[in-house]
C-alpha cells in the first residue's frame, strides 16, 4: 500500500551548496524537484538536533538553486511527525545550572529559525501528513505553503500538558490560520483534531483519503514544477508580508514584484506561445 512504501530517496551529490543529510533524513533531487523525507518511522519521525539544523541549511540552499523549482516534504512509515525527540536530550544536571535565558537563545538559531527559513524562502513547499502530527511537527507542516492531510491524521499541540508553552512558532502560525479562539482551544488546552477538521478549519490546504495523499500531495508538486517559479515565489513573499504590512506598503510591494517578474523568461511565455500556436512552457526562469 502507498502508505507503506518506502520512499527511494539517495543523498544529494554534486551540490556542495547543500550539506550531506543526517542519519533519519533523505534528500533527492530530481529535476525541478528537491526531495526531503523524514526517516525515523520507528520514532514515528521524531525530529532530531541533526536533522532540524540539515534542514534548515537545505531549505536556504534550494531558495538560491535556479533548478529547485519546487520542495517535496514527507515522511517515511505511517507517521508524519511526533515533535521534537526530547528522549535524545541528556537529564538535566543539577549541579550545572544553564545561564539564565540559555533556552530562548537556543531556541532562535534551532527550530525557531527552520520555520522562519520555510515561511522565508521564494521555493514553494508542499508536505503531506498521515498519522500522528504532533508539535514540532504540526508546525513544519503548517509552515509549509501547501499541505494535504490524510482524514485520519491525528494533530495536537501537547505542550501546555507537559507543562511548557509552544515553541517554533505554535502562537504565530495557528491564530493567523485558524483564529484566535480555535488556536486557543488547541495551546492552551492541547486538543487533539482529525485531519478532517483541521481541513475544515483552514488550517491546511484539503484532507483527503489515506490511499490517495501521496498521489494528491504529488500532482500539486509537479504543478508547481512547471508553473512560473519567479512569479510564484514573489506571491509567497507578498502573502507573507501582507499579515505585517500596511495596505499602503503592500501596494508599493506589489509593484515592485511585478517590475520584477515583467523581467523574467516565464512572464514573456505566454505571448510567445500564443503567436506560436502551442502550449505554454514556464521554465521557472
Same mark, same amino acid.
Given at each position: ?14 551540490? =556542495? ?16 524537484? +528537491? &526531495?526531503?523525507? +523524514?526517516?525515523?518511522? #520507528?520514532? %514515528? ?51 550545572? &545550572?544553564? %545561564? ?5 537563545? $537556543? ?5 525557531? &529559525? ?6 522565508? @524562502? #521564494? @521555493? ?5 501528513? %498521515?498519522?500522528?502530527?504532533?508539535? *514540532? ?10 499541505? *494535504? ?39 492552551? +488546552? !492541547?486538543?487533539?483534531?482529525? !485531519? ?25 508538486? #509537479? ?13 509567497? $513573499? ?5 499579515? @505585517?504590512?500596511?495596505?499602503?506598503? $503592500? *501596494?508599493?510591494?506589489?509593484? +515592485? ?10 512572464? =514573456?511565455?505566454?505571448?510567445?506561445? =500564443? ?11
Amino acid at each position: 500500500m502507498a502508505r507503506r512504501r518506502r520512499e527511494t530517496l539517495a543523498r544529494v551529490t554534486g551540490l =556542495k551548496a547543500y550539506p550531506d543529510p543526517p542519519e533519519g533524513l533523505l534528500v533527492a533531487h530530481e529535476g525541478a524537484v +528537491l &526531495r526531503l523525507a +523524514l526517516d525515523r518511522a #520507528q520514532r %514515528r519521525n521524531a525530529l532530531t538536533d541533526d536533522i532540524v539544523l540539515a534542514l534548515i541549511d537545505i531549505v536556504e540552499a534550494a531558495g538560491s538553486d535556479d533548478t529547485v523549482r519546487v520542495i517535496a516534504l514527507t515522511a517515511n512509515g505511517d507517521h508524519y511527525c511526533s515533535g521534537f525527540d526530547l528522549s535524545l536530550r541528556p537529564p538535566p544536571d543539577p549541579s550545572a &545550572r544553564p %545561564r539564565t535565558g540559555a533556552t530562548q537563545r $537556543q531556541l532562535r538559531w534551532h527550530v525557531n &529559525r527552520l520555520i522562519t527559513t520555510m515561511q522565508e @524562502t #521564494q @521555493t514553494p513547499i508542499v508536505t503531506a501528513v %498521515r498519522g500522528w502530527c504532533v508539535g *514540532l511537527g504540526v508546525h513544519l507542516a503548517l509552515a509549509a505553503d501547501f499541505t *494535504l492531510v490524510a482524514h485520519d491524521a491525528r494533530i495536537r499541540e501537547p505542550f501546555t500538558t507537559i507543562g511548557f508553552p509552544p515553541d517554533s512558532g505554535g502562537t504565530w502560525l495557528l491564530p493567523r490560520l485558524v483564529g484566535v479562539a480555535r488556536a486557543k482551544e488547541l495551546l492552551m +488546552l !492541547g486538543r487533539e483534531l482529525s !485531519g478532517a477538521t483541521a481541513a475544515e478549519w483552514g488550517m491546511v490546504l484539503r484532507a483527503v483519503d489515506d490511499d490517495e495523499l501521496d498521489a494528491s500531495a504529488e500532482a500539486l508538486v #509537479q504543478e508547481l514544477a512547471g508553473a512560473a517559479t519567479v512569479a510564484v515565489g514573489l506571491t509567497k $513573499q507578498l502573502i507573507h508580508h501582507s499579515l @505585517t504590512n500596511s495596505l499602503e506598503g $503592500q *501596494l508599493a510591494e506589489e509593484g +515592485l514584484a511585478i517590475e520584477l517578474s515583467s523581467r523574467s523568461d516565464d512572464f =514573456k511565455e505566454p505571448g510567445k506561445a =500564443k503567436k506560436e500556436g502551442r502550449p505554454v512552457r514556464f521554465e521557472g526562469r
